[in-house]
C-alpha cells in the first residue's frame, strides 16, 4: 500500500490561475513533507517543504498547506505559468535515526497558453 | 548544484546477466539513496544507506542489493537482471541539516 498518495495523476490550468495539487498519507509517523518537480529526462529538484508542526508554508509563487487532521497535503501555485509544466511528486519522511523519504506516484501539471 | 554524478546514463543488458549502477556524490552528505521510476508508481525507494557500511531495505527492494564502501558511493547491483527492472533509477543524497534532498539525473536501465 502507496504511504504517500496522488489520486490525479494529471492536472490542466491555463496560465496565469491558480493551480491546486493535491496529497494525502497514511503514515502517522511522518514529520515533514517536501514537494519536488522533475522535467522530462532531469532528475527531481526540490520546491518547498513544510514540517509537521506547522500548517502553511509559502515561497513565492508556490504555497504549501497542511491539514495534519485528514492527513492531507496541497501545493498551490499561483499563478501558474507554462514553465510550471512538470511531474510535481509529494514526499513526506519518517523521522528516525534512518531518515526515510517516500515519494508518492506524482501529478503531472499542464499550463496551457 | 549538488555534486551527485550517476553511472551509466544509458544501459542495455540482458536478461539474467549482473548489472552495477554508480552513484558518487562530492558534498560528503550522509544519506544516499536509490530510487526507481515508473509510470503510475511515482519514485520507489528500493534502498538507502545513512552511513558507510550502513544500508537498510525500501520499499522495492528484491532483486537489488546495496553497497556502500565510502562516504562518496553508493553502488546499486541488480544480480540477475529481469525484464521487470526496466526502469530509470535515480540516486539521492541528504544531509541531515538540510532535509531536502538532491537528485542525480538518473539512468535509464532496459533489459531485454
Known amino acids: 500500500d502507496q504511504q504517500v498518495k496522488q489520486n490525479s495523476p494529471s492536472l490542466s490550468v491555463q496560465e496565469g490561475r491558480i493551480s491546486i495539487l493535491n496529497c494525502d498519507y497514511t503514515n502517522s509517523m511522518f514529520d515533514y513533507f517536501l514537494w519536488y518537480k522533475k522535467y522530462p529526462a532531469e532528475g527531481p529538484t526540490f520546491l518547498i517543504s513544510?514540517?509537521?508542526?506547522?500548517d502553511k508554508n509559502e515561497d513565492g509563487r508556490f504555497t504549501v498547506f497542511l491539514n495534519k487532521s485528514a492527513k492531507h497535503l496541497s501545493l498551490h501555485i499561483v499563478p501558474s505559468q507554462p514553465g510550471d509544466s512538470a511531474v510535481y511528486f509529494c514526499a513526506a519522511r519518517v523521522e528516525t535515526s534512518y531518515d526515510k523519504v517516500i515519494f508518492g506516484p506524482g501529478t503531472s501539471l499542464s499550463v496551457i497558453p | 548544484d549538488a555534486g551527485i554524478t550517476q553511472s551509466p546514463r544509458h544501459k542495455v543488458t540482458e536478461t539474467g546477466t549482473p548489472v552495477t549502477l554508480r552513484c558518487h556524490q562530492t558534498e560528503n552528505h550522509r544519506y544516499m539513496y536509490w530510487y526507481r521510476q515508473d509510470p503510475g508508481h511515482g519514485l520507489r525507494l528500493i534502498h538507502y544507506s545513512y552511513g558507510v557500511k550502513d544500508t537498510d531495505k525500501g520499499e522495492v527492494s528484491d532483486g537489488y542489493s546495496v553497497s556502500r564502501s565510502k562516504t562518496e558511493d553508493f553502488l546499486l547491483t541488480l544480480e540477475s537482471a529481469t525484464s521487470s527492472q526496466t526502469s530509470v533509477y535515480f540516486c539521492a543524497i541528504r544531509d541531515r541539516v538540510n532535509t531536502e534532498a538532491f537528485f542525480g539525473q538518473g539512468t535509464r536501465l532496459t533489459v531485454v
Open positions: 513544510i514540517s509537521s508542526i506547522k
